[in-house]
């Protein structure tokens, strides 16, 4: 087990010891600066949980801090608040929610969870790869778009140096999976499989899951909506995941739904 993971599981257990009901009104969610500082696959990241609180009906107030990174016990973003409590990233506020019986899963069964929790693997284990390659490894992305939002809460010249060192450190991160090596052509080709994945896996329902939403539905809504909506040098992704209908207009509709009532 990782380090990470050990500092997740004992801040969701002391969580636990609150009580939806008498604490959730003081939840606090924070984010980087969506406009200026959030890169492409962080901005997914946080849009998910948002959509996931929406979806579980739990209230939230949103905070955008430059140092929300640091905020977070393990560096993942976004960072939920309760009370002295802070939980980091999707996976551990859906944990957190899920545990305390507010989750969107509870009517599945176990074949059912299963394959959502495949379907969760392709958008975290393909898709967001994708995005942290094409933000990170993407020479031209990386200098015309991404150096200029991770320096943008910096003075210089902490502004010109940091970038240079975060990008170090990411492609570190993606050489132990494998992906610093990949050409574009062959980002877009998983990205591309991971679309038909789930396009074939929606189909024509509602959701990913049937009629009811999930929580791999906020997964895959912040992933959608984050891709279709960010301008980059390269709009090779935004076209690639405009070739399945399917989940264009599911995208649409989720965000019709919980973004614009």
């Known amino acids: 087990m990782a380090a990470g993971d050990s500092v997740l599981i004992g801040l969701v257990e002391e969580a636990l010891s609150m009580h939806v009901d008498s604490e959730w009104h003081e ?9 200026d500082q959030a890169q492409l696959y962080e ?17 939230v107030q949103t905070k955008q801090r430059p ?24 996976t551990g506020i859906v944990d957190l929610v899920r545990k305390k019986d507010a989750g969107l899963s509870s ?5 059912q969870k299963a394959d959502m929790a495949a379907q969760m693997a392709v958008i975290d284990n393909i898709l967001r790869r994708v995005e942290m390659y094409i933000v990170w490894l993407h020479d031209e992305t990386y200098s015309r778009v991404t150096s200029t939002r991770f320096g943008s809460v910096y003075k210089w ?34 990205a591309d499989k991971a679309f038909r994945c789930l396009s ?6 509602d959701y990913l899951m049937g009629s009811r939403v999930t929580e791999a539905d906020a997964l895959l809504f912040g992933h959608l909506f984050a891709i279709l909506t960010t301008r980059l040098p390269t709009m090779e992704l935004s076209n690639a995941l405009r070739k399945y209908p399917n989940l264009v207009e599911y995208a649409e509709r989720v965000e019709n739904e919980y973004f614009k009532k």
């Open 43 to 59: 901005f997914a990241d946080c849009l998910a949980v948002q959509t996931f609180l929406r979806m579980a009906q739990l209230p």
């Open 200 to 205: 074939c896996h929606l189909g024509t329902q």
């Open 157 to 190: 010249p902490l502004s010109s140096v940091l970038p240079v060192l975060k990008r170090r450190e990411m492609r570190e991160k993606m050489n132990t999976i494998d992906w610093a090596n990949k050409t574009l052509v062959d980002v877009m080709e998983a």
């Open 107 to 111: 009517h599945l069964t176990d074949v």
């Open 27 to 35: 939840a606090k969610l924070y984010t980087p600066f969506f406009k």
């Open 67 to 90: 140092n929300t990174e640091f905020i977070s016990p393990t560096g993942e973003m976004p960072v939920l608040q309760m009370g002295s409590i802070l939980i980091p990233g999707f």
